[in-house]
């Protein structure tokens, strides 16, 4: 005679629910504590490059007009000036300037090259353009040019800061400067 298994009972089937409940809470705890992990690594990732970038956002490129405070009239002598606020010296700084206006004839560009500037320190030169710009309270001069920063930090990192954006960082040496491609209008030693 064959002997029939009883059918289940109501302590059998909370215990496939409970071993089933067990399973879901198990993949989700799983899931959250990945996705922790993913956001903890996301968060020293960023922290770590807000460490290195700290230097490079204390050098500043400014254009200003030659003549001093005066911001009306109109002047053909820019100065293009790199301050170094950090506590530390930045070396194979590149400055390059190029007028945003639609001025005709050839653009008005400017580079030069510096070998270092000391920290707390600010080295500079004197643009002069092929046509004058019109500064005026409304429209600086610092809005008339486009100008970007190349340089190396106490870190040996390689940055570029254009006009008042956070610097970037240059990894691929394709990126660098058309200072060193070949638009370098002189060379002076700081």
């Given at each position: 005679?064959?002997q029939?298994?009883?059918?289940?009972?109501?302590?059998?089937?909370?215990?496939?629910?409970?071993?089933?409940?067990?399973?879901l809470?198990?993949?989700?705890?799983?899931?959250?504590?990945?996705?922790?992990?993913?956001?903890?690594?996301?968060?020293?990732?960023?922290?770590g490059?807000?460490?290195?970038?700290?230097?490079?956002?204390?050098?500043?490129?400014?254009?200003?007009?030659?003549?001093?405070?005066?911001d009306?009239?109109?002047?053909?002598?820019?100065?293009?000036?790199?301050?170094?606020?950090?506590?530390?010296?930045?070396?194979?700084?590149?400055?390059?300037?190029?007028?945003?206006?639609?001025?005709?004839?050839?653009?008005?560009?400017?580079?030069?090259?510096?070998?270092?500037?000391?920290?707390?320190?600010?080295?500079?030169?004197?643009?002069?353009?092929?046509?004058?710009?019109?500064?005026?309270?409304?429209a600086?001069?610092?809005?008339?040019?486009?100008?970007?920063?190349?340089?190396?930090?106490?870190?040996?990192?390689?940055?570029?800061?254009?006009?008042?954006?956070?610097?970037?960082?240059?990894?691929?040496?394709?990126?660098?400067?058309?200072?060193?491609?070949?638009a370098?209008?002189?060379?002076?030693?700081?």
């Amino acid at each position: 005679m064959q002997q029939i298994a009883d059918p289940p009972t109501i302590t059998d089937w909370m215990q496939a629910w409970g071993t089933l409940a067990g399973a879901l809470f198990s993949a989700l705890a799983f899931a959250a504590a990945v996705g922790l992990l993913m956001h903890e690594m996301w968060i020293r990732r960023r922290e770590g490059q807000d460490r290195l970038a700290a230097q490079a956002r204390m050098v500043l490129v400014s254009v200003l007009d030659a003549r001093g405070s005066l911001d009306e009239g109109t002047t053909r002598m820019l100065m293009v000036n790199v301050r170094n606020h950090s506590q530390a010296t930045i070396i194979d700084v590149e400055v390059a300037a190029r007028r945003r206006d639609g001025a005709t004839g050839a653009p008005d560009e400017f580079a030069f090259k510096i070998e270092a500037i000391e920290a707390g320190q600010s080295d500079g030169d004197l643009w002069l353009l092929r046509s004058p710009v019109h500064p005026s309270p409304s429209a600086p001069v610092a809005e008339q040019v486009d100008s970007s920063v190349y340089f190396t930090d106490a870190q040996g990192l390689r940055w570029v800061r254009r006009g008042q954006q956070q610097p970037e960082r240059i990894i691929e040496e394709s990126r660098w400067s058309p200072v060193q491609r070949g638009a370098l209008v002189r060379w002076r030693r700081a």
